[in-house]
């Protein structure tokens, strides 16, 4: 709302609108260059090692040299979204009750496609700076239906992959994701029951029961993003556009009977 091509000046647009014009020029800082190494030294020991939490993160760093207390490490798992998994205090105790569901997957025998499918996000690093992945994965066929990249982790950003992959492909009857806040809010669980899909959730710091799209992450980043760091976001997306597709066509799966991805569910489709 503020123009500096109008007769006003800065300070009189900014007296009329109730603003501080330190907000106007503030511009917000980067991680220095250290920090991005360390984050993507934390995103590789998280992948062999999602048990490790803060001190066992620290130790890991002393071994490489760098001295890094427990809250500039803390803050900066934060930042990623990592979390180690473990099992918690007072398990059976719900943060937030009214959005929280069950997990459904326990026992389920998946048979098809578009039966199951699976969503999370995850830290990819760049050569200069970060950006998250977010990906909808079929349980059936581990065929990608979709897939965006962001700089921030809204909750809006994971609708809006949703959408797209369902406008593709058509609806899920089962969406699984973790206990996020971007899975635990009313824009995310009142949009599945309005379209009349199952709303399933993994159990509070179980890895295990979203395994498939951790698996996934897993690949995308031990095959691509840490042997081609991106210099930036386009680099990034075309990078990751490339390596996806190559995912779902012609990359073979030892869990589908090695066969590849758009195998079962294109032909299933």
């Not at 920090?35 to 939490?53: A, E, V």
Request: proline letters at 3%.
């Amino acid at each position: 709302m503020i123009r500096k091509d109008k007769k006003l000046s800065m300070r009189r647009q900014c007296e009329l609108l109730e603003l501080n014009r330190s907000m106007i020029y503030y511009q917000p800082k980067d991680e220095s260059d250290e920090n991005l190494y360390i984050m993507r030294m934390l995103d590789k020991r998280h992948l062999d090692h999602p048990t490790h939490g803060v001190l066992q993160m620290q130790d890991f760093l002393f071994t490489l040299g760098l001295m890094v207390n427990v809250k500039r490490i803390r803050r900066l798992l934060r930042l990623m979204g990592i979390m180690a998994h473990y099992p918690k205090r007072n398990l059976s105790k719900l943060g937030q009750a009214k959005y929280v569901r069950p997990y459904l997957l326990r026992s389920l025998e998946i048979t098809h496609t578009n039966q199951v499918w699976a969503i999370d996000i995850t830290y990819i690093p760049m050569a200069h700076g970060f950006m998250y992945l977010t990906a909808i994965i079929d349980l059936h066929s581990r065929f990608v239906v979709g897939w965006d990249l962001h700089n921030t982790l809204e909750a809006e950003n994971c609708l809006d992959v949703l959408k797209e992959a369902i406008r593709r492909y058509g609806k899920p009857e089962i969406i699984n994701s973790d206990q996020g806040s971007q899975f635990t809010c009313a824009l995310w669980t009142e949009y599945l029951e309005s379209e009349q899909i199952q709303i399933s959730m993994d159990g509070k710091g179980r890895a295990t029961d979203n395994i498939f799209i951790e698996r996934l992450w897993r690949t995308v980043k031990q095959d691509y993003v840490y042997l081609y760091p991106a210099a930036d976001g386009q680099e990034l997306y075309e990078g990751l556009k490339t390596f996806l597709s190559f995912y779902n066509h012609e990359k073979t799966h030892q869990g589908i009977g090695r066969v590849r991805p758009a195998d079962i569910y294109l032909n299933a489709a």
